[in-house]
């Protein structure tokens, strides 16, 4: 039962990596940091599940990245875009609307009436 | 930009589903009627996506189903088995630990910094 419960938080977690993603990204930083900073948090992440993230959310306009080449190894910096800056209020109220809904539904006694009472 | 973040939201309610399912057939319901409660929860989410995952979760011992055959057309009920019973409190925990995790990263004026800080 602990494998399944393991499997519902990973798939949930993946999810919720490119919000965290970009929120992170307010502060420059490599790809590896984000990962073990994810770590740190609970949040396990797996390199190539942030890294082509990372890559699609520069192509969508949200990130920039940087070679940083002057350490012993090229790094790949990333930061939020102007525009990906501008957008990070909006996220956060996703974020908000969409764990008060399913914060309320777990705290419900009866949800099937708080979803019902919600909808009128 | 705004459907770039209906489409961020459309990934992480997918995410949210199978917890707010296994939350609501604390109750006895049948599938349409949770796809009604999950619209109105602001958790659209289309039948294709969800019967699969109630299917899935049955197989995998959390749900029990039932056809009622009274009615004008067979309704499939399900509900928690008493393991998805016991479990559930688990589930609330991983919710709980992960949407902390989340909030306190875009929360955090260095998220970075937090990270770390709880790495010690």
Redesign the interface.
Known sequence: ?SS??DK??A??????V???AL??L??R?YGY?IV????????ETEEGTLYPLLRRLES?G?LLSEWDTHGSRPRKYYELSP?GRA?LP???E??R???G??????ESD???E???A??K
């Open positions: 039962m399944l419960f519902i938080g798939e949930l977690r993946r999810g919720l490119q919000i965290v929120s992170l307010r502060e930083l940091q073990k900073i994810l770590a740190a948090s609970g949040l969508q949200l525009e957008a909006k996220l956060e996703v974020w609307d969409i764990t809904a399913v914060g309320r539904i777990l009866s949800p099937a708080l979803a019902e919600e909808a």
